[in-house]
């Protein structure tokens, strides 16, 4: 295929590092030698600011112009399937360009097989390179850099504004003995009040009912849990996020303890068994819906409400 005969010259990438490398020059390089007209597409996310994907558009717009001032470069957004990020790009391709022939350019583990998936019309050209670079460890070098300049704390000010604000969802745990008479309930280090077993949910979770049998056995465990119910969802006034716009909101299960040995981690200094009788009685006034008698985090307290009421029907 002779590229000379093409007027108009395509790449697609994600340039996700801090700076381009060799390997980057090299691609750009032969594009803009071989054509004129040179769009360069920058994959965009509909997530922000994680680890494969921590620059935004602009920002890695201004550190390709600046190489290579000549070059149009476009957002192209991600989409579920090739057929439609196919016809997206060859239309904004016509957009900036109305006439004249296209070669999409492509490195080796390009876009140039999911463009063609897609049926995009354009013809395709599989690049040469020389030379590789992980973009995943040129990030993974960077993260572990702290710099001594504005420019680095004003980069990570930048980065901590323009992220969706978050939830972070945990799970609680009221795991109840054989006849469903007590429920187990743990205080932490340098916390007064009583608490329910629970913590984070982990990516690897591929269910809240799992991140409670993990957090159980994290906690209290070698021990554990069945018969997992959902009780009731809320967000957590947690200490730690209550002057942020990140909040938590936690699920609560109540459970049936099944077989182990119940031993507090170290993140736990006290397990202990607790009447469900005692609890109502001297916890919950029904009439007047709040807490009384020993003290509850104050972040359980709405969670404990519920556990009791769910008891009651």
């Not at 300049?149 to 000010?157: C, M, N, Q, Y």
Request: contains cysteine; neutral net charge.
């Amino acid at each position: 295929m002779e590229t000379k005969s093409y007027s108009i010259g395509a790449l697609v990438g994600r340039f996700q590092v801090h700076e381009l490398h060799d390997a980057h020059h090299y691609l750009i390089k032969q594009v803009v030698d071989n054509q004129k007209k040179v769009i360069l597409f920058l994959g965009v996310t509909k997530t922000s600011s994680t680890k494969k994907n921590p620059l935004d558009f602009e920002t890695r717009k201004r550190m390709i112009q600046k190489h290579y001032p000549e070059v149009t470069i476009l957002a192209l957004p991600d989409f579920g399937d090739d057929k439609r990020w196919a016809q997206e790009m060859d239309k904004r391709i016509r957009e900036v360009y109305p006439i004249g022939d296209v070669l999409m350019y492509g490195g080796r583990d390009s876009f140039i097989p999911y463009y063609k998936k897609g049926g995009g019309q354009f013809d395709c050209k599989e690049l040469d390179q020389y030379t590789f670079v992980s973009g995943t460890e040129v990030r993974k070098m960077v993260s572990e850099q702290v710099k001594d300049s504005s420019d680095f704390r004003a980069g990570v000010i930048y980065q901590s504004y323009n992220q969706y604000p978050k939830v972070h969802p945990c799970v609680d745990i009221a795991p109840f003995n054989e006849d469903g008479t007590k429920v187990l309930l743990a205080k932490k280090p340098f916390e007064d009040g009583w608490r329910f077993i629970g913590g984070f949910a982990h990516p690897k979770d591929s269910s809240y009912e799992v991140t409670a049998k993990r957090k159980f056995m994290d906690e209290a465990g070698p021990a554990e849990i069945g018969d997992i119910k959902y009780i009731t969802s809320l967000r957590v006034d947690d200490w730690r996020y209550r002057s942020e716009e990140d909040k938590i909101t936690t699920i609560l299960f109540k459970c049936k303890f099944m077989f182990g040995r119940i031993e507090p981690s170290q993140e736990i200094s006290e397990l202990r068994w607790f009447d469900l009788k005692w609890i109502r009685d001297t916890w919950y006034d029904m009439k007047d819906n709040h807490i009384t008698g020993i003290g509850m985090v104050q972040e359980h307290q709405e969670l404990m409400k519920s556990l009791i009421k769910s008891e009651l029907k």
